[in-house]
């Protein structure tokens, strides 16, 4: 079985400061990992992924995502926080050892960032 | 492209009303799947789809059936809706990697969505 763990609901920070938003995972094979996010009332929009290949991670938005297998961690990071960042971010993890026609992700329960100005 | 589109936006139906939820993308994707998403739950894959005439359960299909008769089309049929059912709907679709030099093919792109509320 494989899952995903957003340990925190909610992440303030203030504008212009680096953020972090935390994911953990459990899957019995290598993970493919992926960050999602939400604007109200939108779709999800694909943020970066992590398949295979160097731990650094760089997205869209100016956002990047580190990869550490020995702490099971995929946390999404940003240097500088824009206002227009507030969302909703979800994490999301595949075991690459499993059925790949299935292709389910597993999600995090979310996290809502806020960047106050 | 007008990449995966859902209709409708927004849906109340009563208990025990059918009624079916579209999804359709124009990116030629094998992989088509529907997810809900409930308040602090994230997002659950109720069915799936790895191409036409090819469908397979995820983890919470109860109550829903769907069809694949083409690659643009997967729509999501609810048989009797109950208020269990009140959620908000996602459509996705990606490639189908058949290697490893395309994994990098597999992204999941989302609809925009549909609220159903089940009174």
């Known amino acids: 079985a494989q899952s995903v763990a957003q340990p925190e609901d909610q992440v303030n920070v203030a504008e212009g400061n680096p953020l972090t938003v935390k994911c953990t995972y459990s899957v019995s094979g290598n993970p493919y990992l992926f960050w999602y996010v939400q604007y109200p009332n939108r779709g999800l929009q694909f943020l970066l992924k992590y398949i295979t290949g160097d731990n650094l991670v760089k997205g869209s938005y100016g956002f990047e995502a580190e990869f550490n297998k020995s702490q099971t961690s995929f946390h999404l990071k940003k240097p500088s926080a824009l206002v227009s960042d507030s969302a909703l971010y979800f994490c999301a993890v595949r075991d690459s050892s499993g059925d790949t026609g299935r292709r389910a992700l597993t999600f995090g329960s979310g996290t809502r960032l806020q960047v106050q100005p | 492209n007008a990449g995966v589109t859902q209709t409708p936006k927004f849906q109340v139906l009563k208990t025990g009303q059918s009624m079916t939820l579209q999804c359709a993308q124009d990116?030629?994707?094998?992989?088509m799947s529907w997810y809900r998403q409930d308040p602090g739950m994230g997002l659950r894959l109720i069915h799936y789809?790895?191409?036409?005439?090819?469908?397979d359960q995820g983890e919470v299909p109860n109550g829903y059936n769907v069809s694949r008769s083409t690659t643009e089309d997967f729509p999501l049929r609810l048989l009797s809706a109950a208020p269990s059912q009140t959620s908000v709907y996602f459509c996705?679709?990606?490639?189908?990697?058949?290697?490893?030099?395309?994994?990098?093919?597999?992204?999941?792109?989302f609809g925009p969505g549909t609220r159903l509320l089940v009174l």
């Open positions: 789809s790895v191409g036409a005439g090819i469908t």
């Open positions: 996705a679709s990606s490639y189908r990697a058949y290697s490893r030099t395309t994994l990098n093919q597999e992204t999941q792109y």
């Open positions: 990116m030629n994707h094998e992989y």
